[in-house]
């Protein structure tokens, strides 16, 4: 299984990116995905995810800001992050996890490598 997250970079306060990531050797339509980000000195936590059916769920912190979707033709789930502010600067992680519940899963099977997101105030 391969996550593989692009997309990161430096960008400053209000402006935006968004991640991709492209998932391998897992029935990407089966699988629940979700974004995740640890921020230097802190936990890891959930930013964003999305069931196989399309239900979504967001950290309160990123609610109206970021929007998680995902093509199930070409394997990627993407993030795309508007109105950016410093605190949002971590590394950012895909997961994936086979599920097919509308619920979504409590943890997650399989991550990439992460992909750093910086945000200039």
């Known amino acids: 299984v391969q996550l593989v997250e692009s997309g990161g970079g430096l960008v400053q306060a209000g402006g935006s990116l968004r991640l991709s990531c492209a998932a391998s050797?897992?029935?990407?339509?089966?699988?629940?995905m979700a974004w995740y980000r640890q921020a230097p000195g802190k936990q890891r936590e959930l930013v964003a995810a999305i069931t196989s059916g399309g239900s979504t769920n967001y950290a309160d912190s990123v609610k109206g800001r970021f929007t998680i979707s995902r093509d199930n033709a070409k394997n990627t789930v993407y993030l795309q992050m508007n109105s950016l502010k410093p605190e949002d600067t971590a590394v950012y992680y895909c997961a994936a996890t086979p599920w097919v519940s509308q619920n979504l899963p409590a943890k997650y099977d399989y991550w990439g490598q992460g992909t750093q997101v910086t945000v200039s105030s």
């Open positions: 050797g897992i029935i990407f339509s089966f699988n629940a």
